[in-house]
């Protein structure tokens, strides 16, 4: 697998006012300006107007591990990937478990099985929780408050182009968006660029997929980043896509592009 190390220098303050006239504007700093490498992923951390750290870690492909105010949150957990595999028993158990949708690369029954404990939650779509026989079952539009300061909306994801649609079907996946202390994250899961990401409002963090023909094209993914217009993008689960063009094809939005190790 071809491996992609590239670091952006450059430091970064956002600022992204809330939609409500009255409501206290959000200001959100970057404590990273390089890689930090911990137990051998690249994080990136964000600190939150209200002073909680929010951390990332860039795992394998779709899966990442995110760690906001010393709660765990596993996204996509998938241990055994051709690519690099993933040791989910040297971490600690999570509080939140998403999973977007069942194929194998984000759907994990062993993974989900070490990284889960007692009060351990697993968020996820109707088909997963099926295949497991539990789960709390989220569908488009779907959203949730699970704690005071962390949110989840559950979105669309799906294939559009002809010849293509079979491997995500309209309404059978989701994406989510987490806000956490009011940092809006936004992980896609497996879509392309989508009709409703023009209701995606003040999204700070967007990780978006760019492997074709499951996802999008690196032109598809410049396309669904101007319609966003996320603070900072994370392109992931690209395969053999080569995504290092990407920040060039942004380099005039204003949008911090960032492309972590994810294959």
């Known amino acids: 697998m071809k491996k992609i190390f590239l670091c952006l220098m450059a430091t970064l303050g956002l600022h992204t006012a809330c939609g409500q006239a009255g409501q206290k504007e959000k200001t959100v700093t970057d404590d990273k300006q ?49 690519q690099r595999p993933i040791d989910y028993t040297a971490m600690p158990k ?5 999973v977007t949708h069942e194929h194998f690369d984000h759907f994990d029954k062993e993974a989900i099985a070490t990284l889960t404990a007692e009060g351990t939650r697993l968020i996820t779509n109707r088909r997963c929780a099926d295949m497991l026989g539990y789960g709390e079952v989220m569908a488009n539009g779907d959203s949730m408050a699970l704690a005071n300061d962390i949110l989840v909306d559950a979105v669309p994801a799906y294939n559009t182009t002809e010849g293509h ?16 202390d009011g940092l809006r994250v936004y992980i896609a899961g497996d879509t392309e660029d989508i009709p409703e990401m023009t209701a995606l409002k003040d999204i700070d963090i967007a990780f978006l997929p760019c492997n074709q023909p499951y996802t999008m094209t690196p032109e598809q993914l410049t396309k669904a980043a101007r319609v966003i217009r996320s603070k900072v993008l994370f392109p992931y689960h690209y395969g053999q896509t ?22």
Do not use: C, W
């Open 34 to 82: 390089d890689v930090a490498v911990t137990d051998s992923y690249e994080t990136d951390t964000f600190t939150t107007a209200n002073g909680h750290t929010v951390t990332f870690h860039a795992l394998v492909h779709a899966s990442m591990r995110i760690v906001y105010d010393g709660k765990e949150i596993q996204i996509d957990p998938a241990g055994q990937l051709e």
């Open 242 to 263: 080569d995504v290092t063009k990407l920040p060039a094809l942004l380099k005039d939005d204003g949008i911090d592009v960032r492309i972590r190790h994810y294959e």
């Open 94 to 98: 999570a509080d939140y478990i998403f």
């Open 165 to 180: 649609t079979q491997f995500h079907p309209k309404g059978r996946d989701n994406g989510f968006v987490l806000t956490l």
